[in-house]
Nanobody
Framework: QLQASGGGLVQAGGSLRLSCTAS????????MGWFRQAPGKEREFVAA????????AYADSAKGRFTISRDNAKSTVDLQMNSLQPEDTAVYYC?????????????????WGQGTQVTVSS
């Protein structure tokens, strides 16, 4: 139902834009989030956005570098990532929360995409 794309290999300081596309248009009315999981680590929150796009939330590690946005007409949510660092290397997942606003808690999201790998070389 959720398809994440846009990952890849980039040098430190570079940028990537991740995109999450929902096959079900009703997901356009859900809050959406991006999470990531690095090897050997637990999944962690990156950014979230309300269904309207008016409310956003960011992890401290993402503030000032990442921007989450959405286009409900296209059923897409993007994560623009700038000034990437090796510690940003992880599999990035998009998730949809059917009820409620943007949340930092992964357990509050009902639907998950398959993940896209982001690798940042030093």
């Amino acid at each position: 139902q959720l398809q994440a794309s846009g990952g890849g290999l980039v040098q430190a300081g570079g940028s990537l834009r991740l995109s999450c596309t929902a096959s079900d248009p009703t997901v356009s009315f859900y809050a959406m989030g991006w999470f990531r999981q690095a090897p050997g680590k637990e999944r962690e929150f990156v950014a979230a956005i309300s269904w309207s796009g008016r409310s956003t939330a960011y992890a401290d590690s993402a503030k000032g570098r990442f921007t989450i946005s959405r286009d409900n007409a296209k059923s897409t949510v993007d994560l623009q990532m700038n000034s990437l660092q090796p510690e940003d290397t992880a599999v990035y997942y998009c998730a949809a929360r059917q009820y409620g606003g943007a949340s930092v808690r992964d357990r509050e999201y009902n639907h998950w995409g398959q993940g896209t790998q982001v690798t940042v070389s030093s």
